[in-house]
């Protein structure tokens, strides 16, 4: 329709697996010198990727976690071990490549793609693509984080960002951000959305005691109470109770599903990003590809209400698409294994 946004359209475009190479995938990896199904979840990423692609042998050497980072209004009521300083720091930090996800994606042969969509802070660097919708949310304990235009927006630079980036050749993407108390807009969400009771997903996030903890759960009480984001209608969710990474990160889903591409989900906060987009197109669940199981409390939960079952459990909470893009040499793998071994018929291996 001619007057549907960027985000509405993106998410219009979104189609289902092709069926066709799913097919195919499962014929090759059946024909291949290995008992049936012994690879396990090999097999699976195999044929989801074939199914997301429309390929059997995609090449998805161009790699890129997009690390979007923002900060969050409701600091201000002592939610996180850290201080909001640290988000701009660092930033600072993944753009001098001194990060654990600058470590990882070196390790694996991905770019480190940073985003300023909401840090509050005038950042400055040659590398960082500055699309700040705003320097940090409101305090979701007495209002809405943002406006739904502004929350439209922040999707909107996630989409384009994927596609940027496709346009530069990338073909596979992992989610990341930085945000400090990003987990309190996080959880809030997790509840609205699920209807799940805040205390079962709430977590310490960056390390909180238990006295921080349960205002931590009251703040989110509170959130809920104060704005009654509407459950049915997730950029009411993600306006009221989010924050500028998580919209931006469910526009980097929506893009990379709408161009055929899969997305590898990190922990927790990328995770509500994850569901909020699955909410906005169901169908770009199937280009989401799990990651890790993140030690914060609710992510199991979350990871079950999206469908995703995590593939690496390393106890990490880091954020920044470290669990991601640690993954993506499995990802790889499951592609390499389809393509590049021997049938029985080329092996001259017996079947029975
Ligand atoms: O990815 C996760 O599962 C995860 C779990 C806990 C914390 N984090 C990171 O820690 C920050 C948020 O924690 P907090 O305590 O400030 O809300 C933010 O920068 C996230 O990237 C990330
Ligand atoms: C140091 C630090 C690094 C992070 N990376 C992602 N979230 C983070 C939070 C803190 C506090």
């Not at 409701?74 to 600072?92: D, I, W, Y």
């Not at 991601?324 to 990802?331: M, S, Y």
């Amino acid at each position: 329709m001619e007057n549907e946004s960027l985000w509405e359209r993106t998410a219009a475009r979104i189609g289902g697996l092709d069926e066709a190479a799913m097919a195919k995938a499962e014929h090759k990896l059946d024909r291949l010198t290995k008992p049936p199904g012994s690879l396990g979840r090999l097999e699976e990423l195999a044929r989801q990727l074939a199914g997301i692609t429309g390929e059997l042998k995609p090449d998805l050497s161009n790699k890129a976690v997009v690390v979007m980072a923002g900060d969050h209004g409701v600091c201000a009521e002592g939610v996180s071990a850290f201080p909001a300083a640290v988000t701009p720091q660092m930033v600072l930090n993944f753009l001098n490549g001194g990060a654990a996800v600058n470590v990882l994606a070196r390790h694996v042969g991905a770019d480190v793609v940073c985003v300023d969509i909401g840090v509050n802070a005038e950042l400055n660097h040659p590398e960082l693509l500055v699309r700040k919708v705003r320097p940090g949310t409101d305090n979701i304990a007495v209002g809405p984080a943002m406006s739904r235009d502004e929350a439209a927006r922040a999707i909107e630079v996630g989409i384009r960002i994927a596609d940027e980036l496709a346009e530069r050749g990338y073909r596979l993407f992992a989610t990341g951000e930085m945000g400090i108390g990003n987990t309190t807009p996080s959880s809030a969400m997790l509840a609205a959305l699920t209807g799940a009771e805040a205390a079962d997903v709430v977590g310490r996030g960056t390390g909180i005691g238990d006295e921080a903890l349960s205002k931590k759960r009251d703040v989110i009480r509170r959130a809920l109470d104060v704005n009654r984001p509407d459950a049915n209608d997730p950029l009411d969710v993600l306006a009221k109770v989010g924050g500028f990474e998580i919209a931006g990160l469910v526009g980097v889903i929506l893009g990379a599903a709408a161009r055929r591409c899969p997305v590898v989900v990190d922990g927790f906060i990328s995770s509500v990003a994850a569901l909020a987009a699955a909410r906005i197109a169901p169908l770009a669940a199937g280009y989401m590809l799990p990651s890790h199981l993140s030690q914060e409390l609710g992510h199991r939960l979350l990871l079950e209400h999206i469908g995703l079952r995590p593939i690496l459990q390393m106890d990490m909470r880091l954020g920044e698409g470290t669990g991601a893009v640690l993954t993506f040499p499995i990802v790889e793998a499951a592609v390499k294994l389809m393509n590049e071994m021997a049938t029985f018929e080329s092996a001259g291996v017996s079947e029975q």
